[in-house]
């Protein structure tokens, strides 16, 4: 079973969420705001989405529950992570929020796929770009929304 575990403050997120999980073809979506550790136990796959607020900040939903992620068994999950960001306005900070999911989970034991080419944005810095790829797929809503739906495809299919 699969599971599309999103934080949203205006809704982009959620409804990437929902277009990632349509595009596996079978998974729960999920608020963050709305889990524990308990109900994503269950999950063999877990698909981990934030925003970044600020400069590099983590959504408000995934700041109060990140502590979940370091609560779960990994063995035998796959997990992957997409990001949401401005890489205009915000180009020193683009999809940050990413790094620290990644940060809990490595902790925790477990392991990320997932990573996404870099080519395609213009950005000066991310905390969520390790050797020359983003950790998990980068989206901007506010710049490159007309992209979105091709490279969730494009993405999901590599999982």
């Known amino acids: 079973m699969t599971a ?26 999920l608020a963050v ?20 607020w600020g400069i590099g900040d983590l959504q408000d939903d995934w700041d109060e529950k990140l502590e979940i992620l370091s609560q779960l068994d990994y063995s035998g999950k796959t997990v992957a992570l997409f990001g ?3 890489q205009e306005g915000y180009s020193d900070s683009f999809v940050d929020a990413m790094a620290p999911l990644k940060k809990e989970i490595l902790a925790a034991g477990g392991t990320l796929k997932g990573k996404w080419p870099v080519e395609g944005y213009e950005f000066s810095s991310s905390a969520s770009v390790e050797d020359d790829s983003f950790i998990g797929l980068a989206l901007d809503e506010d710049n490159q929304s007309n992209l979105t739906d091709e490279r969730i495809k494009l993405w999901v299919s590599s999982l």
Do not use: M, P, W
């Open 4 to 29: 599309v575990v999103y934080g949203s403050s205006t809704g982009n997120t959620e409804e990437v969420a929902g277009k990632t999980a349509a595009a596996l073809g079978n998974a729960d979506v």
């Open 33 to 52: 705001s709305d889990c524990d550790a308990d109900k994503l136990k269950g999950y063999d796959r877990l698909i981990l989405g934030t925003s970044t």
């Open 84 to 86: 949401l960001g401005d």
